[in-house]
T-cell receptor, first 109, second 116 residues
């Protein structure tokens, strides 16, 4: 089955800097890659997703890139703000969704 | 996106008892899932709730421990049976919208379970 690895487990950046979170997956048949943001005590919220027929997708300060050959995808957050502080989960899906272990992002004001 | 509610939002239970968690969606959805999230951990898929047939369980999860019902396209229940402290966790239902497989999943607010 699918195995998703996520790095780093924790990330601390200064407000205004960029943050990058990377994930690798094992199942070459996976074709859907969402990213979720989970604030403390809240449900995971979808922030961006990408499908395997696309290499990059952007939504304001958030972008995701996908390299199918290398089986890795990344989340990029630019101009970080304190409210970006949360745990971020990547996932890979080919019918069954598997999640990475999560990255705790802290944005220092 | 779908509006998803769960009941109860939290509960404290004694070991050996059972708790049934309800998940209600405001629109008909094909796929519903149940996840477990232990403190500080990632999301682990327990099972896919199939409408009109038995749920499909992931490795490590069995029907006797986590019976699931899915009577229609907007509702599902997960029961945590014969609970022990190790079952203390957040349980989340999730729904997949759209008609295509690997469509976007949205999560319910979760049920925080503490077993004493």
């Amino acid at each position: 089955g699918e195995n998703v690895e996520q790095h780093p487990s924790t990330l601390s950046v200064q407000e205004g800097d960029s943050a990058v979170i990377k994930c690798t997956y094992s199942d070459s048949a996976s074709n859907y890659f969402p990213w979720y943001k989970q604030e403390l005590g809240k449900r995971p919220q979808l922030i961006i997703d990408i499908r395997s027929n696309v290499g990059e997708k952007k939504d304001q300060r958030i972008a995701v890139t996908l390299n199918k050959t290398a089986k890795h995808f990344s989340l990029h957050i630019t101009e970080t703000q304190p409210e970006d502080s949360a745990v971020y989960f990547c996932a890979a899906s080919n019918n069954d969704m598997r999640f990475g272990a999560g990255t705790r992002l802290t944005v220092k004001p | 996106s779908a509006v998803i509610s769960q009941k109860p939002s939290r509960d404290i239970c004694q070991r050996g008892t059972s708790l049934t968690i309800q998940c209600q969606v405001d629109s008909q959805v094909t796929m519903m899932f149940w996840y477990r999230q232990q403190p500080g951990q990632s999301l682990t898929l327990i099972a896919t709730a199939n409408q009109g047939s038995e749920a499909t369980y992931e490795s490590g999860f069995v029907i006797d421990k986590f019976p699931i019902s899915r009577p229609n396209l907007t509702f599902s229940t997960l029961t945590v049976s014969n609970m022990s402290p190790e079952d203390s966790s957040i349980y989340l239902c999730s729904v997949e919208t759209g008609q295509v497989s690997t469509d976007t999943q949205y999560f319910g607010p979760g049920t925080r379970l503490t077993v004493l």
